[in-house]
């Protein structure tokens, strides 16, 4: 299985039980910039206690790994938990929505692409998932987080509302990291 097979089938899961989602990470960067190899899938997800054996259900062990109490220590903390396809090496990560304006925005302008031939999904948009990379970027250093923002920007830049980012960034505490990547661009 691949990631796009793994995504078709977590999309197909979270449509069937209603749970709203978006997209994000890696897959939407590729999906708005540059190819990148990953080993993982990130969502966003409006999951529910009355969802957790639904979810279980869905990806049942041993095809699939799934904690019960992973999930449920997510739904606490407004963490997140995994899904696991040992026979794959993937690994969906999935982030409980927050009760945050930034999460609001984020679902309101969600998009709804095609990543694959095959299927649909609502991603989040590409201002959104420049400002999470510029969130992991501030917590971690990653630099892979700078280069799918600088490849969204190549590819999407001119569909990319810089004022959204801009007033986000702010809100957010990552301007200066803004800052530094357009001054990075325009150099």
């Given at each position: 299985?691949?990631?796009?097979e793994l ?5 197909e ?7 709203p ?8 960067s ?11 899938i990130d969502?966003?997800a409006?999951?529910?206690?009355e969802h957790?054996q639904l979810l ?13 109490e992973?999930?449920?220590e997510a739904?606490g903390?407004?963490?997140?938990f995994?899904i696991?396809h040992?026979?794959s ?9 927050r009760?945050?304006?930034?999460d ?7 998009k ?7 299927f649909?999904?609502?991603f ?10 510029m969130?992991?970027?501030k917590?971690g ?14 590819v999407s ?10 007033l ?6 990552v301007?200066?990291i803004?800052?530094a990547?357009?001054r990075?661009?325009?150099s």
């Open positions: 299985m691949g990631p796009y995504l078709r089938t977590v999309v899961v979270l449509e069937r039980l209603r749970i989602y978006l997209v994000t990470g890696s897959i939407a590729m999906a708005y910039g540059e190819p990148r190899l990953t080993n993982d969502i966003v409006e999951i529910h206690p957790i279980l259900a869905a990806f049942p062990h041993p095809e699939y790994y799934a904690s019960e992973m999930i449920r739904l903390t407004f963490g997140q995994n696991i040992p026979g090496g993937l690994k969906i990560d999935v982030m409980i929505r009760k945050s304006s930034f609001d925005s984020r679902f309101a302008r969600k709804r692409i095609r990543p694959a031939k095959e649909e999904a609502d989040a948009a590409p201002e959104d998932v420049i400002l999470k990379k969130e992991y970027y917590e250093g990653s630099e892979k987080h700078l280069r799918d923002i600088t490849g969204i920007l190549k830049g001119a569909d990319v509302d810089r004022r959204y980012i801009a986000w960034a702010e809100r957010l505490g301007s200066d803004w800052d990547i357009l990075r661009l325009d």
